[in-house]
């Protein structure tokens, strides 16, 4: 059930950046863990980055060091600032809120979003 709304994804050349916005109107937001994952066709759905409810952050590997992962919970807005874009980063975006478990390759329960295209050119 999309509870979830993303914004952001567009082009960009390989090195650029861009920032995702979701908003989550409906639920408690403060309450929640909030992550974002990505899917390219054909490939199964991999967990980028993950922030909990007291703001503790983690990421994959493969963005550490380039994407920023924020929360604002005055707006009911997730952030991911997406640095030094590379071709592999191309992908759908979703974001997720989970609750009671932080969002994470091996648990990716809760509300999602219907995502956001990012693509990097070279």
């Known amino acids: 059930q999309d509870q979830l709304v993303e914004s952001g994804g567009g082009t960009v050349h390989a090195g650029g950046s861009l920032t995702l916005s979701c908003r989550a109107p409906e639920i408690t937001f403060s309450d929640y863990a909030l992550g974002w994952y990505r899917q390219t066709s054909g490939v199964q759905r991999e967990w980028v980055a993950a922030i909990s409810s007291v703001h503790t952050t983690h990421y994959a590997d493969s963005v550490k060091g380039r994407f920023t992962i924020s929360r604002d919970n005055a707006k009911n807005t997730v952030y991911l600032q997406m640095n030094s874009l590379k071709p592999e980063d191309t992908a759908d975006y979703y974001c997720?809120?989970?609750?009671?478990?932080?969002?994470?390759?091996?648990?990716?329960?809760?509300?999602w979003g219907q995502g956001t295209r990012v693509t990097v050119s070279d």
């Open positions: 997720n809120a989970a609750l009671a478990t932080i969002p994470s390759q091996t648990s990716q329960k809760g509300y």
